[in-house]
């Protein structure tokens, strides 16, 4: 095997377990990388509605549809939407709640994690690295490590133009002797890398690197035939195109339509049509002559103009006529209509998944309730979600090559630590805020219209889970909390409570208290202790006696 430019990280178990576990059907992989046989080439040519012929011609043109403004501001606003960053810290935290691991463990994790960051320059860079990935459709950067010292970690991450590089995945067979099937023996991933780009006699040409040594997280969206990477601006290409089109359309017809035009009705009697043609062409002549000063020489200069369609209509009339006339053709009376073009403009909007209502500047900003959020807005908030858990790999990946070289963890164990890991980015959308606070009102309303019930027709342990909607867990680690906390209470603080507050201790002066008088000086009876409550035994055998 050809020695590869960069690292790699126990990759000969997994090619023993490829050899272990044999089957004849090639692994599908969401990443777009370009399956060959073993020591073969490969090319690729992708034909998309016939204007798109390979893969840096698709990404040239997501780029040039991000320079349009319609789809610049709709980006911003997804942009804006999914990373938000203060003033005193980056947008994006990690949540390690649920590995159960050390303390340690987790302090070293996020130590790492924010380091990465820093590689990043998430803090300033953010935005840029997010936009990036969303218009590409991919994001690709080198591994840089010292590789005499591979125990200091990632030293840089540099970023590469998707357009010089691509993932290649190498598959070797071989015939069963028994079935005679072709059998997947293992297969070999790396990635080729050229200066001049992946296209034409270039595209078999470059420098294998290896795949631990580029981070690459895409899009997640394939084509049909699940051998390209597409963006989230494909699906946008052909309602930029019919607006862009639609708009041309309307400028002509304004310009062809806005001046008016007079018609011109010349009497040619009974001339014969040639001659007829030919007075008339003198007749526009003489009548279209223009003298025009020129500045330059003094002298008078005679411009003759030719008729065009923005301009008066000459037309021959017969003897019995009405003679010359001259009338005027009014302009257009709807060039204010512009209703087509809002409509391509609402459909491009749609196609990129942003409500129209955020892009209309009469729409006024209200924090309100939740039934004031729009369903658009529902969409908006879940699709920007999804967008956050696909970019969230980046970090999966780098993280996970500086907790290997750092020896926090071995692949294995980091293979189990990811299913626990999370990626909590910075809200700008109160929705989910709002949500949680109205559901909870709820539950609290209903809970105190059902404790009534509670011991005769509902029991706590139903209560919690059908309307506080406790899990097990929940249920556990509350009552974990509630015993904690009656732990850490002093016994005057469970035999009594703050002044005025039931079973806390009278003070001096309080009414009611032996010896005290009130403010006309008369003495002040003791206050009779209220009668507690029946029980719900003594309630029931009253009911039995009564009956």
């Known amino acids: 095997m050809v020695q590869l430019f960069g690292f790699e990280i126990s990759r000969r178990r997994q090619q023993i377990k490829d050899e272990e576990n044999k089957s004849f059907s090639i692994p599908q992989n969401d990443d777009g990388a370009v399956t060959v046989q073993s020591g073969a080439y490969y090319g690729t040519y992708v034909d998309l ?212 035009r007079r018609v011109f009705y010349v009497d040619v009697g009974n001339m014969p049509t040639i001659k007829a043609e ?52 009014p302009g257009g009376q709807n060039l204010g209509e512009m209703e087509d073009v809002k409509y391509f403009q609402t459909k491009l909007y749609k196609s990129l998944g942003v409500p129209a209502s955020r892009l209309d500047q009469q729409q006024g900003f209200s924090l309100g309730r939740t039934t004031e959020i729009t369903r658009d807005e529902l969409k908006f908030s879940k699709f920007v979600n999804r967008l956050r858990n696909k970019f969230s790999t980046l970090f999966d990946d780098i993280l996970r090559v500086q907790l290997i070289l750092k020896r926090v963890c071995t692949e294995d164990e980091w293979n189990e630590f990811k299913e626990d890991i999370w990626y909590d980015f910075k809200k700008d959308n109160n929705f989910d805020e709002l949500k949680e606070a109205e559901l909870l009102t709820n539950r609290l309303t209903l809970l105190q219209v059902v404790d009534p019930y509670v011991g005769r027709y509902y029991s706590k342990e139903w209560i919690r889970k059908k309307v506080l909607m406790q899990s097990e867990d929940d249920i556990k680690e509350i009552d974990k909390q509630i015993d904690s906390e009656q732990s850490e209470m002093t016994p005057d603080m469970m035999m009594g409570g703050a002044p005025g507050m039931p079973g806390a201790p009278m003070q001096p002066g309080m009414p009611g208290q032996p010896g005290m008088a009130d403010q006309n000086g008369q003495p002040m009876m003791p206050m009779e202790e209220p009668e507690p409550p029946p029980s719900r035994f003594e309630i029931r055998a009253n009911e039995l006696e009564f009956l």
Request: net charge neutral; charged share 35%; glycine share 6%.
């Open 278 to 329: 030919q007075y008339l062409r003198d007749i526009m002549v003489k009548y279209r002559n223009k003298l025009v000063y020129d500045s330059t020489t003094g002298e008078i200069r005679d411009d003759r103009k030719h008729m065009s369609m923005l301009e008066d209509f000459w037309l021959p009339r017969r003897e019995g006529s009405k003679g010359t006339e001259i009338s005027t053709l």
């Open 49 to 260: 509605d016939g204007a798109v012929r390979n893969e840096i011609e698709l990404i040239t043109r997501y780029r040039e549809m991000a320079m349009q403004p319609e789809c610049e501001i709709a980006i911003d606003e997804i942009v804006n939407e999914s990373i938000v960053n203060d003033e005193q810290d980056t947008g994006v935290e990690i949540s390690m709640d649920e590995l159960k691991q050390p303390a340690s463990i987790k302090k070293k994790i996020k130590e790492e994690f924010e380091y990465t960051l820093k590689l990043l320059n998430f803090s300033n860079m953010g935005h840029e690295i997010f936009r990036r990935w969303y218009v590409d459709g991919r994001l690709f950067y080198h591994v840089v490590i010292d590789e005499t010292i591979p125990g200091a970690g990632i030293q840089e991450l540099r970023y590469i133009d998707p357009r010089r590089i691509r993932k290649i995945r190498e598959i070797k067979k071989k015939k069963d002797p028994k079935t005679g099937m072709e059998l997947i023996e293992r297969q070999q991933e790396y990635y080729m890398y050229n200066e001049r780009g992946m296209v034409g006699a270039h595209s078999n040409m470059g420098t294998k690197i290896a795949v631990d040594s580029i981070v690459n997280v895409n899009s997640g969206l394939m084509d049909s035939k699940r051998s390209m990477v597409l963006s989230y601006l494909h699906k946008a290409i052909k309602p930029l195109n019919q607006l862009r089109m639609v708009e041309d359309a309307t400028v002509i017809y304004r310009l062809s339509r806005a001046p008016e």
